[in-house]
């Protein structure tokens, strides 16, 4: 029902802009002075940069997330965001041993730039 | 209030006395510098000039005109904003090196000279650098090398540029450049900065890959800086209007495909800036105020973009679209402060975008180019396509990921900041006048709630949502990257790397392990010269004298009779030379 209202209001708004389309304004000048043209200029224009993206780029220009090496593909967060910090130690898999300095001891939990402040 | 002090140098002495701050209150007293800078401003007069004698040169380190204050308000105010946002963090580096940033950026739009523009210059490319490095991983001290790489090229482009200029015509005034090789030199330095195809990789590069507060920050300065600084020296230059197009057109494109949420964002960058480098390029005064004031709210609306997509990454601890999906019930805070900002790129009627694109796009009717007017337009599309509907649909609504999302609550000064954000973008929008009012050249003729403006935008982003809805599982996020120009330093760059480097790198290689051969070879002899010589000849080795003295000991050379001697030497040579003289 709450989505069904979104589509009724969507679908009202779209009558309207069209209503827009047809008041005031003189005699057209430009291509675009017609009432309908951003209307039609919207939907021919999203479908044809989706097809230009997905399907002229896309298949020329995509690559494996780990196309330049497996660090470029680390997208770790433990350093910026508590969710993404390890959750404790794993029973199945427990944590290496940690030296100071470590790449471990750097990404642990609270030791992230911005992690909140523990205590 | 502080005389005719620049407000850049505020800031940047701001960065050195935060460095003596103690940690808790380091993130507060961070404020009181963009505040400063803010108060700063309001004293400063047109046509206030400070000038510092510097060897032969006179630097203008302070030149105010009316484009120059555009960009101080609003560089002063997105810091502060930007501030607010990371009040939580807990990080020296992070925080000098942001307000250094910001200062710089602050200093270059007023410096009166191109050695002051440079310098200001330089130092916002390596303070922006340390804002990815602060990341702490791997993949950001890589990408920020790249980064800064980028931009120590395009510093000595404008730098050479520069230097060409002043041999040639003795000024360093900074004005409108005439055409000619220093010019174009100094328009390729700009161009990196402002992300001109295809010098822009950087920009979606390093932008996502940066600190969640630190992203903020870079989102609003180094290209800002770029589009000012091409307003003052290239307005009217046509090839600026094609390079924009592309920009637009290429930025939407790139951004359709891109996964990162942050990704997205850099491209458009890319794109909105190709807005504001075709107004500079189509150079009449509609079009230089439709290009100052999309500067100023895009500034605006990028920065509460990056605050928002920052804020989900903070409570999820993810980047991706193809590993988000379905938070509208664990934040939907963060998606109505997005959405408002999502808008306002959009150009939707009643938020910032509103007042500032379609001045551009209305200054190219004017001018007579339907092709620009056509191509921005559709470049608008785009923006509402990937920004407005593809990254909220994918990342709020959608499917939830298999693996169950982990939310953590957002810090209070997060929300607080894009509050300001969701604040200023829609007050902007509704009331431009106070904008319009400092625009160079005074309140601009353009009217955004014309009744033709607002049938534009209404039905073009309509019917967008609506080819959107229907072709939704089209434009699926894939787990893929795409190839950019960054492939050319990143990839191909190494067979050349290889055969004009390399041997270079292992000549000093060798000649390195040489000496240091050598040196051992010394050092052990110098331990005890009558010993090694003794073993070089073949001799006996000479026995102990007594017990807990070694033969090295007994026949070391010693200190004093060295110092002697090296001093005895240098007198030698001292009464040589006084002799010959």
């Known amino acids: 029902m709450h989505r069904n209202v979104w589509w009724v209001l969507f679908g009202l708004a779209l009558v309207g802009s069209v209503a827009l389309g047809f008041m005031g304004e003189g005699e057209p000048v430009y291509i675009w002075d017609f009432a309908l043209f951003f209307a039609i200029f919207g939907l021919g224009g999203c479908l044809l940069l989706s097809y230009l993206a997905k399907g002229l780029v896309s298949p020329v220009m995509d690559r494996p997330e780990d196309f330049y090496g497996p660090q470029d593909a680390q997208n770790d967060w433990s350093t910026q965001s508590p969710a993404a910090a390890p959750a404790g130690p794993d029973p199945v898999q427990p944590d290496p041993p940690e030296s100071p300095g470590s790449d471990q001891a750097r990404r642990r939990p609270g030791r992230g730039a911005d992690a909140p402040e523990e205590g | ?581």
């Open chain 2, 1 to 581: 209030m502080l005389g005719t002090l620049p407000p850049g140098l505020i800031l940047i002495l701001g960065a050195l006395v935060l460095m003596a701050v103690p940690r808790a209150a380091r993130g507060w007293a961070f404020l009181a510098f963009p505040i400063l800078a803010l108060l700063q401003l309001s004293g400063l007069e047109d046509g206030t000039r400070v000038t510092w004698d510097f060897a032969i040169y006179e630097l203008a380190i302070l030149q105010v005109d009316t484009l120059s204050m555009v960009f101080g308000w609003i560089f002063a105010l997105v810091a502060l904003v930007a501030g607010i946002y990371a009040l939580h963090i807990r990080d020296t580096g992070q925080q000098v090196s942001a307000l250094l940033y910001a200062g710089s950026g602050l200093g270059a739009v007023f410096a009166g000279d191109l050695f002051t523009l440079v310098f200001f210059w330089e130092i916002m490319a390596f303070a922006s650098a340390y804002l990815v490095w602060a990341r702490r991983t791997d993949e950001a001290y890589a990408s920020a090398m790249r980064y800064l790489f980028v931009h120590i090229f395009g510093g000595a482009l404008l730098m050479g540029g520069v230097l060409w200029h002043i041999s040639e015509t003795g000024s360093i005034a900074f004005t409108a450049f005439e055409a000619g090789g220093p010019a174009w030199l100094i328009l390729g330095g700009f161009a990196v900065n402002a992300a001109v195809v295809p010098l822009h990789a950087w920009i979606a590069d390093a932008y996502p890959r940066g600190t969640i507060t630190g992203s903020v920050f870079l989102s609003a300065f180094t290209t800002k800086t770029a589009v000012y600084t091409l307003a003052r020296g290239f307005a009217g230059w046509e090839i600026l209007v094609a390079a924009g197009l592309l920009m637009a057109l290429w930025g939407v494109t790139y951004a359709i495909l891109a996964n990162d949420i942050r990704r997205v964002l850099a491209y458009h960058i890319v794109s909105q800036v190709g807005f504001m480098v075709a107004g500079v390029g189509i150079g009449t005064e509609l079009a230089m105020q439709g290009a100052t004031s999309h500067a100023y709210t895009h500034i605006l609306y990028k920065g509460l973009l990056f605050m928002a997509t920052g804020a989900v990454i903070y409570a999820t601890g993810r980047s991706k679209m193809t590993e988000l999906g379905g938070l509208m019930r664990q934040i939907p805070w963060t998606f109505w402060a997005y959405m408002v900002a999502a808008l306002s790129i959009s150009s939707a009627p009643f938020f910032s975008g509103f007042i500032s694109k379609p001045m551009t796009i209305s200054a190219a009717e004017y001018a007579g180019t339907p092709t620009t007017v056509l191509l921005l337009h559709l470049a608008s599309v785009g923006t509402f396509l990937s920004v407005g509907l593809k990254l909220p649909y994918f990342t709020w609504f959608g499917e939830a990921p298999k693996e169950p999302i982990k939310v953590v609550s957002i810090p209070w000064n997060m929300y607080a900041a894009m509050g300001i954000g969701v604040f200023l973008n829609i007050l902007l929008g509704v009331w431009p006048d106070p904008l319009y009012a400092i625009l160079p050249g005074g309140v601009p003729d353009f009217d955004p709630y014309e009744l033709k403006n607002l049938k534009k935008g209404f039905q073009l982003l309509l019917f967008t949502a609506l080819a959107f809805f229907v072709i939704v599982r089209y434009l699926k996020p894939k787990a893929k990257i795409q190839l950019d120009t960054d492939w050319t330093y990143r990839v191909a760059a190494r067979p050349a790397w290889n055969l004009v480097v390399a041997p270079v790198e292992r000549f000093f290689a060798w000649g390195e392990k040489v000496s240091w051969e050598a040196a051992s070879v010394v050092a052990r002899a110098g331990i005890d010269p009558v010993r090694w010589i003794r073993s070089v000849v073949g001799a006996r080795p000479v026995d102990v004298t007594s017990p807990g003295e070694s033969a090295s000991t007994t026949f070391r050379v010693s200190m004093t009779v060295m110092m002697v001697l090296l001093l005895l030497s240098v007198l030698v040579v001292l009464v040589l030379s006084a002799l010959r003289m």
